[in-house]
């Protein structure tokens, strides 16, 4: 199983400034690769698929790139409705893995 | 407009079964399958397995295997997962997601509210 993990674990920023989330696969994922963020209570939503591609709704502050085993996701001035948990998903490789997640907070 | 409307929460116990219905209106069923993801609390996620709303094909997560059975009612646009042999670990949040008709290799562009399972005796 291909293991992602994600860092740091939590990340502190202040609204305004930029966010850089990073995401290792432990082997090659080419380019299939997606952000989910997600805020207490609330289910998963779709940022960016195909490590790049933003999904429907996603402002153009949100940002992915990388291929192979690395991988960002790049926010690039933060708003408060930013500041949630986000998880980073491979699906390559059968079966498909999510990452344990970085907790982006309001510093 | 998309929507996954997942049924309500559950409280099971040890040993017993639950079914979670994930129903689709809002697009074409058929066009698309259905992936079960779970998290437990405060935890992360994890991929249980999928169904192709188009052809009733299904692969599931090896962890799940035996355990799980995921099917769908394409007459009402329904997904349903049952999960048997309720243990204390498999309290958490059940949600359904959308993704590829063709394969179980893709991500999730909706998800369902959740569904909170409770195991507990």
């Known amino acids: 199983e291909i293991v992602m993990t994600q860092s740091p674990a939590t990340l502190s920023v202040s609204p305004g400034e930029r966010a850089t989330l990073s995401c290792r696969a432990s082997q090659s994922v080419t380019s299939n690769l997606a952000w989910y963020q997600q805020k207490p209570g609330q289910a998963p939503r779709l940022v960016i698929y195909g490590a790049s591609t933003r999904a429907t709704g996603i402002p153009a502050r949100f940002s992915g790139s990388g291929s192979g085993t690395e991988f960002t996701l790049t926010i690039s001035s933060l708003q408060s409705e930013d500041f949630a948990v986000y998880y980073c998903q491979q699906y390559n490789h059968w079966p498909q893995s999510f990452g344990l997640g970085t907790k982006l907070e309001i510093k | 407009q998309v929507q996954l409307v997942q049924s309500g929460a559950e409280v099971k116990k040890p040993g017993a079964s639950v079914k979670v219905s994930c129903k689709a209106p809002g697009y074409t069923f058929t066009n698309y399958g259905i992936s079960w993801v779970r998290q437990a609390p405060g935890q992360g996620l994890e991929w249980m397995g999928w169904?192709?709303?188009?052809?009733?094909?299904?692969n599931y997560a090896q962890k799940f295997q035996g355990r799980v059975t995921m099917t769908t009612d394409t007459t009402t646009s329904t997904a349903y997962m049952e999960l048997r042999s309720l243990r204390s670990d498999d309290t958490a949040v059940y949600y359904c997601?959308?993704?590829?008709?063709?394969?179980?290799?893709?991500?999730?562009?909706?998800w369902g509210q959740g569904t909170l399972v409770t195991v507990s005796s």
């Open positions: 997601a959308r993704g590829s008709k063709y394969q179980e290799l893709y991500y999730f562009d909706y």
């Open positions: 169904i192709s709303d188009y052809n009733g094909n299904t």
